[in-house]
C-alpha cells in the first residue's frame, strides 16, 4: 500500500514570504516517481515537478524548489518569495514506475497568499 | 507538450438522467486514462482506470453500473454517470500520459450538478 500525507490543511503566508508545504510518503516499493500539482481555484491540475525514486538531488525552478529526501521519505515544496498568483490548492502525489499505475495524492494543501 | 481535453467543462442535470463526460488526449496516445472524482475541498480519489480496447478497473466501492465507462480508442475514454442523484455532484477529472513513466496530464476537469 502507498499512502501520501500532507500534515498542513491551509497556510496563510504575505506576498514575498517564502513558504514551505510538506508531503511525507509510505510505499514499500523501491522505484517510484514523487510529484506535485498545484489547483488554482478555476480546478485544472497543473503539473510542476515529477522526481524519480533514484534522484535525490534538489531542484530549483525560478522560485520553486523541492527538496527530497529519501531516508525521511519527505518530498518537500518551498516557494521563495510568494506571489498572490501562487494561491491554489497543492497536491503531493505517489506513483509506482513501470507499467501505467496510478496517482495516489495527498489531501493537500491550500495556500493563501495575501498582500 | 501533452494536453488532455475534457468536456464539458461544467454540466448541470436533473436527477435520473444520465450525463456523459468525455475526455480525449490531443496530441498522443493513450492506451491507459484515470478517471477522478474530487469533492470540495478535498482530494482526488481515483475511481477507475480506464483500459483502451478492454474493461475499466474500477476502485473499490465504486459503482460499475453506474459509473460506465468506455475508452474506444486510444485517444478518447467517455465517463457516463447513469441516473444521477444529487450526491453524485461532483468534479470529476481525468488524466493520461504518453508513455507509461510519463507524468499524468490532467484534463480541466467537470463540475457536475445535479439537481
Known amino acids: 500500500a502507498q499512502k501520501v500525507t500532507q500534515a498542513q490543511t491551509e497556510i496563510s503566508v504575505v506576498e514575498k514570504e517564502d513558504v514551505t508545504l510538506d508531503c511525507v510518503y509510505e510505499?514499500?516499493?523501491?522505484?517510484?516517481?514523487l510529484f506535485w500539482y498545484k489547483q488554482p481555484p478555476s480546478g485544472e491540475l497543473v503539473f510542476l515537478i515529477r522526481r524519480n525514486s533514484f534522484d535525490e538531488q534538489n531542484e530549483i525552478s525560478g522560485r520553486y524548489s523541492w527538496n527530497f529526501q529519501k531516508s525521511t521519505s519527505s518530498f518537500n515544496f518551498t516557494i521563495t518569495a510568494s506571489q498572490v498568483v501562487d494561491s491554489a490548492v497543492y497536491f503531493c502525489?505517489?506513483?509506482?514506475?513501470?507499467?501505467?499505475?496510478?496517482?495516489?495524492f495527498g489531501t493537500g494543501t491550500r495556500l493563501q497568499v495575501t498582500l | 507538450g501533452a494536453v488532455v481535453s475534457q468536456h464539458p467543462s461544467w454540466v448541470i442535470c436533473k436527477s435520473g438522467t444520465s450525463v456523459k463526460i468525455e475526455c480525449r488526449s490531443l496530441?498522443?496516445?493513450?492506451?491507459?486514462m484515470f478517471w477522478y472524482r474530487q469533492f470540495p475541498k478535498q482530494s482526488l480519489m481515483l475511481m477507475a482506470t480506464s483500459n483502451e480496447g478492454s474493461k475499466a478497473t474500477y476502485e473499490q466501492g465504486v459503482e460499475k453500473d453506474k459509473f460506465l465507462i468506455n475508452h474506444a480508442s486510444l485517444t478518447l475514454s467517455t465517463l457516463t454517470v447513469t441516473s444521477a442523484h444529487p450526491e453524485d455532484s461532483s468534479f470529476y477529472i481525468c488524466s493520461a500520459s504518453p508513455q507509461n513513466d510519463s507524468p499524468l496530464h490532467f484534463g480541466n476537469g467537470t463540475r457536475l450538478t445535479v439537481t
Open positions: 510505499t514499500r516499493d523501491t522505484t517510484y516517481y
Open positions: 496530441d498522443f496516445q493513450a492506451t491507459t
Open positions: 502525489a505517489l506513483r509506482f514506475t513501470g507499467t501505467a499505475s496510478k496517482l495516489t
